[in-house]
């Protein structure tokens, strides 16, 4: 994908994963979606790392989300930002709330807090502490928490880019904590705070995220600053319409990339999730730059379609570049463990073109080369062995002489000959054709025979027939 250009808009985006775990198929669409915007606006896209819960985020799971968006294309446009390197920024933040009566320092004890909430589990109003009027305690360093000092009626609006306008009443939000009782910043604290610092105007993320909306804009009113426009995009569905789980089938990026996707595959799979534009069902990133905008996305989850992502990854297999695809499936191939000829990677780059459009993925494609890479001598089928008997091994003698004297070795070049050869015998391609594929495959999967002389080359057809023909003398 091409990255950052000059920023012409404004626009800002941010993809703001925790690594508690792997980059999720869904957080992946997140950051596509903000990728597109950004880039269809002029605009810039960034990336901040909410790692704020430090016990449960990890080294290796922020590694495993970098790993993910690389192999998708997608990098920030400025440097990373670590949310935990931000704490301090956050409690300068709460102090200013402070200071403006729109926070307030809350000492309520474990069962007092559990009773608050059990009560508005029952009905009552949102959870107010009576701290929130109180004049402190004789000993105010007692351990406490900062809570924001919500407005108490009225309501709060969500103008949200997919949702449309969304109102929430203000009693049904809590007075949540800003600061927990050892210093730390809570999310919806961080989250304003940081996106505000980045100059972030356009909030694109999943709509689990809605309720969080309306607290995170009384904050940034409390707080005086401009809102972002929020865009809450709905959830990824299995087919069945359930939530996406494990039973679904994969889940992390690196998952997709390890069947054999490619990520111009996946990307524009993702896009189709959720957005899209008319009936097109496969697009160029440059298209999808051009057409995408976040008021387009629907409101329905999406759900994930196997079949629809196999057709759409072979589409973008067609047209790749064949050396890609040669080292592509050379790598897949090694990951397997596989037993290879040591002029592999030649062969799959002769094989690829030959084979590609009936692949739906790289680990697919590795099945259809699989034909090029056996050694001499091919072990032949027992069907093979039968079909060979005195008149098609003479048959096949003539057909060696002819194509050893071809003056030319390519694909059209031998679908002539074959076709000549066949009516030069008066007989079908059946009388000679399956003991030919036999000989030049072991058995494989492979394509037609032209492609397939093709694809092994003059001098390992005509060994390769030349063994089995010796085999019968």
Not at 64 to 91: C, N, P, T, Y
Request: net charge negative.
């Amino acid at each position: 994908m091409t990255n950052s250009p000059a920023t012409t808009s404004g626009v800002v985006t941010r993809f703001a994963p925790s690594p508690t775990g792997f980059l999720h198929i869904g957080g992946a669409r997140t950051a596509l979606f903000n990728w597109l915007y950004a880039r269809h606006t002029g605009g810039k896209f960034l990336i901040r790392v909410e790692d704020t819960d430090r016990e449960r985020s990890t080294e290796p799971a922020v590694a495993a989300i970098f790993e993910g968006l690389d192999w998708l294309g997608m990098k920030s446009d400025d440097a990373v930002v670590f949310q935990h390197k931000q704490a301090d920024r956050h409690r300068e933040a709460v102090q200013q709330l402070l200071d403006t009566g729109h926070a307030y320092r809350c000492w309520m004890t474990v069962e007092e807090l559990a009773l608050a909430r059990e009560a508005a589990r029952a009905g009552g109003p949102a959870l107010r502490s009576p701290w929130r009027d109180a004049p402190p305690p004789n000993d105010p360093t007692l351990p406490h928490v900062i809570r924001f000092k919500g407005p108490l009626d009225g309501t709060t609006l969500v103008d949200d880019m997919v949702k449309g306008p969304v109102t929430f009443n203000n009693t049904d939000l809590d007075d949540l904590v800003l600061l927990r009782a050892d210093g730390a910043p809570t999310y919806n604290l961080a989250v304003v705070v940081d996106d505000h610092d980045m100059g972030v105007t356009h909030v694109i993320r999943g709509d689990d995220h809605l309720n969080n909306a309306a607290r995170q804009t009384l904050i940034y009113q409390a707080m005086g600053w401009t809102l972002p426009a929020f865009g809450h995009i709905p959830l990824i569905h299995g087919p069945d319409g359930a939530k996406l789980s494990k039973r679904h089938g994969a889940q992390a990026v690196g998952e997709f990339a390890d069947m054999g996707y490619l990520p111009e595959g996946l990307r524009n799979y993702l896009a189709r999730l959720g957005w899209g534009h008319g009936d097109d069902e496969v697009f160029s990133d440059e298209q999808a730059i051009a057409w995408f905008d976040v008021k387009d996305v629907v409101k329905a989850p999406a759900r994930l379609d196997w079949a629809k992502l196999n057709f759409i990854n072979s589409q973008h297999l067609r047209v790749a570049e064949d050396g890609r695809l040669a080292d592509l499936t050379l790598k897949a191939l090694n990951a397997q463990g596989a037993p290879l000829p040591q002029d592999a990677a030649a062969r799959l780059l002769a094989t690829v073109p030959q084979v590609k459009e009936g692949a739906k993925t790289i680990l697919e494609l590795s099945e259809h080369c699989a034909f090029a890479l056996k050694l001499r001598p091919l072990a032949l089928e027992e069907k093979t062995l039968k079909q060979l008997n005195d008149e098609t091994v003479e048959r096949l003698t003539r057909l060696r002489a002819q194509l050893a004297a071809a003056p030319v070795w390519g694909v059209s070049e031998l679908e002539t000959l074959l076709k000549s050869f066949a009516e030069s015998e008066g007989v079908g391609f059946g009388k000679f054709g399956p003991s030919l594929r036999g000989i030049l495959t072991g058995g494989a999967q492979a394509p037609d025979l032209n492609k397939i002389m093709a694809a092994l080359g003059r001098d390992e057809s005509l060994g390769r027939l030349d063994d089995a023909l010796a085999s019968r003398a």
